[in-house]
């Protein structure tokens, strides 16, 4: 079993849709669960860490499942510029490095 | 301020050669992470560096890969021998600190061996 495994997608959605990613991982001593954002072509760049209690930034929420070891990402109103993969990300126990899923792909259509 | 910035941003080479891919972290960032993305996958981890030594190389493929961090600023990845198999996008990352500090990721230098 992989590590970190998502659905590669693409979900291609309609502006001001409602989408959400899912991400499980293996490791249930995980620490710390993160979202990252990959335009094409660019390098990743955190989009928000996710925490127990769940988490919400703007138009974006991530919430933590530790009992089912997963992970999710929910965007509202999704806008044009939303469109990147999406990467679920979480730091094994005694690491500082990052495993990372293979992405998420989403595509805002107008 | 700067982020992180990585030279070359594109290397191709011939397969047997030798390449050195540089980082240079954001300024006062004491812990630098290597990375490796291979098309259509996420980002491998290959080496993480607190100052200047590697606290954890277990990701580093086989002994024709290694990096460098003397000064404990910028880092120098080396790869002997190059395969194909060696093509991808090498990510450097820096954080403040070791531990849970947000990895901020310079653009990559993406390597061709032909």
């Known amino acids: 079993r992989k590590e970190v495994e998502q659905d590669p997608g693409p979900f291609n959605v309609p502006e001001g849709a409602t989408v959400a990613f899912n991400c499980t991982y293996s490791?249930?001593?995980?620490?710390?669960f993160f979202w990252y954002r990959q335009d094409c072509r660019k390098e990743p760049k955190l989009l928000m860490s996710?925490?127990?209690s769940g988490n919400e930034d703007g138009r974006f929420t991530a919430q933590l499942n530790r009992a089912s070891q997963y992970i999710s990402l929910l965007i509202r109103d999704s806008k044009l510029s939303d469109s990147a993969t999406y990467l679920c990300?979480?730091?094994?126990?005694?690491?500082?490095?990052?495993?990372f899923g293979k992405g998420t792909k989403l595509s805002v259509i107008p | 301020g700067a982020g992180v910035s990585q030279t070359p941003s594109n290397k191709v080479t011939e397969k047997g050669k030798y390449v050195e891919l540089r980082c240079d972290p954001i300024?006062?960032?004491?812990?630098l992470y290597w990375y490796r993305q291979s098309l259509g996958q996420g980002p491998e981890f290959l080496i993480y560096?607190?100052?200047?030594?590697?606290?954890?190389d277990s990701g580093l493929p086989n002994d024709r890969f290694f990096a460098v961090r003397p000064e404990g600023s910028v880092s120098t990845l080396k790869i002997q021998r190059t395969e194909r198999g060696d093509s991808a996008v090498y990510l450097c990352?820096?954080?403040?600190?070791?531990?849970?500090?947000?990895?901020?990721f310079g653009p990559g230098t993406r390597l061709t061996v032909l």
């Open positions: 300024s006062g960032h004491t812990a």
């Open positions: 490791n249930s001593a995980s620490q710390s």
């Open positions: 990300v979480v730091n094994p126990p005694g690491s500082y490095q990052l495993t």
């Open positions: 996710v925490y127990s």
């Open positions: 560096f607190q100052g200047t030594g590697a606290a954890d």
């Open positions: 990352a820096s954080s403040l600190t070791q531990g849970r500090d947000t990895q901020y």
